[in-house]
């Protein structure tokens, strides 16, 4: 057995009422090019078939291990109790819906250790629920773990990286491995892999669709554990501005309307006040970032767009017009004077 194959690699499946998709994930597990692998089915105290599925597997391949939760304990806490059992010196966790390629472990593992990473994650391809390509998920290097979930779907780490932030944050359900990825950030060093190793399947029975009841209208609920996942992360920094700053990166990351005057007239404070995250992280990423969604913000919301906002960005943040594409630089130019006119014909 060479060193990669001697690795022992452990993959936590959460389940609840699954029974549809559960027997496809199992097998996508236990078909992976890496054989040195325990399978850990944790059974979040199903309704259906689920646990009756996973112990038909059991029974044929002893890598895989059941855990039966005696009540419903939602996703962190199934992951956190998956986790304190592997023995893997690298650990994984996938969905009851979703599939990894045969090599998927095998490169995660292989890229880790010629990065000397300690989290990889890779592309993956979208599915329907009759496994038809609906569409492709690739990570761009542009974008920052700060303002959204660059990792997604697919990744191995070091089960270091578990210890050391603290597990999954059980109070931040359905954005548990956002805040685990970005509270892992500060310490851990994150690798891409560029090829799809996985199947993500889109329907409407999955957390992730039950997030939204339409574009950028997300569930009151949610919309707190975003900020409160921004201000336990930015608590760590202590940072002067702890409340305004979460919530602004809340409001940032889901494109909720922001007060784009205001945020303006305080931007070399709101700079000022995260130069330590700024140090850490790539601060040009960061402040790409921040424009790109300032921009938009003006461009969707009305009560961004008047002339009192566009001589803020003149004044403030001049980048925001002439760093970017010019043809909806103009566009926001044009709304914000046509809105301004508009409004002044109804007075």
């Given at each position: 057995?060479?060193?990669?194959?001697?690795?022992?690699?452990?993959?936590?499946?959460?389940?609840?009422?699954?029974?549809?998709?559960?027997?496809?994930?199992?097998?996508?597990?236990?078909q992976q090019t890496h054989k040195n692998i325990e399978l850990i089915v944790v059974d979040d105290a199903s309704q259906d078939s689920s646990l009756n599925i996973a112990q038909n597997y059991a029974q044929r391949d002893n890598r895989v291990k059941i855990i039966r939760n005696d009540e419903n304990k939602k996703l962190p806490a199934s992951l956190n109790i998956g986790h304190k059992v592997a023995r893997g010196r690298f650990i994984t966790w996938t969905s009851h819906d979703n599939?990894?390629?045969?090599?998927?472990?095998?490169?995660?593992?292989?890229?880790i250790l010629e990065e000397n990473a300690d989290i990889c994650f890779s592309n993956f391809t979208i599915?329907?629920?009759?496994?038809?390509?609906k569409g492709y998920y690739h990570y761009n290097d542009s974008n920052s773990i700060l303002m959204e979930n660059i990792v997604r779907a697919c990744f191995l780490y070091k089960k270091s990286v578990f210890i050391e932030?603290?597990?999954?944050?059980?109070?931040?359900f359905k954005i548990e491995d956002y805040a685990f990825w970005l509270m892992a950030s500060r310490k851990f060093k994150f690798c891409h892999l560029a090829e799809n190793l996985y199947s993500y399947r889109s329907h409407q029975q999955s957390l992730t669709a039950k997030k939204?009841?339409?574009q950028f209208v997300y569930e009151e609920e949610y919309n707190e554990r975003v900020r409160i996942m921004y201000f336990k992360f930015f608590k760590a920094f202590e940072i002067p501005s702890l409340d305004f700053i979460s919530t602004l990166f809340k409001d940032l990351h889901l494109h909720q309307k922001i007060d784009v005057l205001n945020f303006l007239k305080k931007y070399s404070?709101?700079?000022?006040?995260?130069?330590?995250?700024?140090?850490?992280?790539?601060?040009?990423k960061i402040i790409r970032e921040i424009d790109i969604r300032i921009r938009?913000?003006?461009?969707?919301?009305?009560?961004?767009?008047?002339?009192k906002t566009l001589m803020e960005v003149f004044k403030n943040r001049p980048q925001i017009l002439f760093s970017y594409s010019r043809r909806k630089s103009l566009k926001i130019i044009e709304k914000c004077i046509f809105q301004q006119s508009f409004k002044r014909k109804l007075s």
């Open positions: 057995m060479d060193k990669i194959s001697s690795y022992l690699i452990s993959i936590i499946l959460p389940v609840y009422n699954g029974e549809q998709y559960l027997a496809k994930s199992i097998e996508s597990c236990l599939f990894f390629a045969p090599k998927a472990i095998s490169r995660l593992l292989q890229t599915v329907d629920e009759q496994e038809n390509t932030p603290n597990a999954y944050d059980e109070e931040l939204t009841i339409r404070t709101i700079i000022e006040d995260l130069s330590q995250v700024l140090e850490i992280y790539e601060e040009r938009a913000n003006i461009l969707r919301y009305e009560k961004n767009q008047n002339l």
